[in-house]
């Protein structure tokens, strides 16, 4: 295994004994520190390097991208209470099941985010989720962040927690069939953002793709920031800049593989309340420019989340980012622009299931399009549209 046996009681350290991010207590003698280089730091999770990297190109494969299922049970019983059903487990896994067992998925979704409970679940039938995703030729993977708790000494912004126990956890779903992880942390741009919550957010992230990558698994770096407020693209534009300058400041600090990460970045779009909305053209075209500007070629995909757009308007803005060619996969990592029109057509009926893995099944091939840049739009349903602004108009 790569993740490292904690340090033995010596007052000589070989390479092979150091650990990243823990402390060395050692009352008996003087403080050693130890700064390990980037050859040493890569050796340590050496066992996983070549896994590391086939894994993210799997996922960041021509035409496929990753469906976000990895709601937390409170969040997945908002979902459930939509369409009149009762959060209960037996309707979560009835829910769960259904997505991963859609007929074909596999050859439009190259991973699937799940939450723990969904790690450790077996499907209606009794069939343990992470084999019926491996049978699809889909990759199993875990959300490990522990959520968003308010930062002290912010302006009323968040950090994201889950660092305390991250290594044994992350071995944990390894062993279980995870090969993948994310972690999802926040900026707020009308709270700032402040210089606290960025460098927060970008050593956060950081520190877990480090552990994750010791663990075998392949870290999602998603430092999302928030669609609320009134600003314009290119305050987003200007934020996002600044929020990717210092993530990858902090994932060279701790040696991360660049060539076994994959990134969730937000578009780059106005603020929700803002009353200039872009079109698909310009949101690829600042998108595009804060990625060439802030993101190594060395890294495989960018797996965009869709952050509340509707599914065509997401849909519409990866295809526009396809149009030429680019130094990475860019795809998709999206929850409910993939499964929003699913879940009201399955309405938590039986005989709805199959009905509404063929919606599922349609999105799904809609941005796998998207992803190959040959995305027209035609016949997508008015629920698909809802929400959606194009060039000043609502659908």
């Known amino acids: 295994m790569a993740s490292a046996s904690l340090l033995k009681s010596s007052t000589i350290l070989d390479k092979s004994e150091w650990v990243k991010g823990q402390t060395l207590r050692q009352p008996s003698v003087s403080v050693v520190r130890c700064y390990p280089s980037a050859t040493s730091a890569i050796n340590i999770r050496a066992s996983y390097a070549d896994e590391l990297v086939k894994t993210a190109n799997t996922i960041a494969s021509p035409g496929r991208g990753i469906l976000a299922m990895d709601e937390s049970n ?29 007929p074909g998925l596999g050859n439009y979704v190259s991973g699937a985010i799940l939450f723990e409970e969904t790690l450790y679940q077996s499907t209606v039938d009794g069939k343990k989720i992470v084999d019926v995703l491996k049978e699809q030729n889909i990759v199993p993977g875990i959300k490990t962040d522990k959520g968003l708790v308010p930062l ?76 609320d407020g009134e600003h314009g693209i290119e305050r987003t534009f200007e934020v996002a800049q600044a929020v990717w300058a210092e993530v990858f400041f902090y994932l060279a600090q701790n040696n991360v593989l660049y060539e076994g990460i994959l990134l969730k970045p937000s578009m780059v779009t106005p603020g929700a309340e803002c009353k200039e909305r872009a079109t698909p053209e310009q949101v690829a075209d600042y998108t595009l420019k804060l990625l060439h500007r802030r993101i190594p070629p060395a890294v495989p995909g960018i797996m965009f989340l869709s952050g509340g757009q509707s599914e065509v308007e997401a849909t519409l803005n990866l295809n526009a980012m396809n149009q030429s060619p680019n130094p990475w996969h860019v795809s998709f990592s999206y929850a409910r622009a993939l499964q929003n029109t699913c879940l009201k057509t399955w309405g938590g009926r039986p005989e709805n299931v199959a009905a509404a893995q063929e919606a599922l099944l349609v999105r799904a091939k809609a941005n796998s399009l998207a992803q190959l840049g040959k995305y027209t739009g035609e016949g997508e349903s008015e629920e698909a549209k809802k929400g959606m602004f194009v060039k000043g108009y609502v659908y």
């Not at 997945?76 to 859609?102: D, F, H, P």
């Not at 044994?168 to 062993?175: L, P, V």
């Not at 210089?195 to 992230?205: D, Q, S």
């Open 152 to 227: 002290a000494g912010s302006n009323d912004e968040s950090w994201c927690q889950g660092l305390d126990g991250l290594a044994s956890r992350s071995a944990a779903y390894y062993q279980q069939g995870a090969r993948f992880a994310k972690w999802r942390t926040v900026v707020s741009i009308p709270n700032g953002p402040s210089a606290l919550a960025v460098k927060e957010a970008a050593w956060g992230l950081a520190r877990y793709a480090a552990i994750s990558q010791d663990n075998g698994l392949v870290p999602i770096v998603e430092p999302e920031i928030m669609l």
């Open 74 to 102: 409170a969040t997945c019983g908002k979902r459930l209470a939509s369409i009149g059903l009762e959060n209960t487990e037996a309707n979560r896994q009835a829910y769960r099941t259904l997505l991963v067992s859609v």
